[in-house]
């Protein structure tokens, strides 16, 4: 039974100790995201809504404004320093998709890859239907 109370004070000693560490550690963490100052109530308004339409890479399809993960609030204030520094949302964008990929747009632009990507499996499965009607023509005539 005294073993069993040591180990219940050293428990509850280390339970104090690791809270005090972590909540002093998360206490300390500032983000500048949140403190961002714009030159006119227009140019925020811009920042937020292009934040909106870009998706965050880490997230299941949560926007930059929506999400809290570390990398959103990353991307989201370059977004607003390049918003801040005068580029147009094309350039923003563009230079989302360099660094990112097109998955972080909600709306890629139209390419070939995308027409390919789209088109083959719209494509395929309009032959497979095709094949299996002329299939079930050909079986309902030879059993005629």
Known sequence: MRLFGRLMV??????????????????????????????????????????????????????????????????????????KAGKSEDEVKEYMVERYGEHVLYQPSFSIKNAMLWGIPIVLGLFMIGFSVGHIKRTIRGID
């Not at 140019?43 to 959103?72: D, F, G, H, W």
């Open 10 to 83: 050293l428990l509850t000693l280390s339970l104090c100790y690791a809270s005090s560490v972590f909540a002093a550690g998360y206490q300390t963490i500032s983000h500048p995201v949140d403190l961002f100052e714009f030159d006119s109530v227009a140019q925020q308004k811009q920042a937020i809504y292009l934040a909106k339409t870009l998706r965050c890479p880490m997230c299941q399809n949560q926007n930059l404004i929506e999400s809290n993960s570390a990398v959103a609030k990353d991307i989201r204030l370059r977004v607003f320093e390049l918003i």
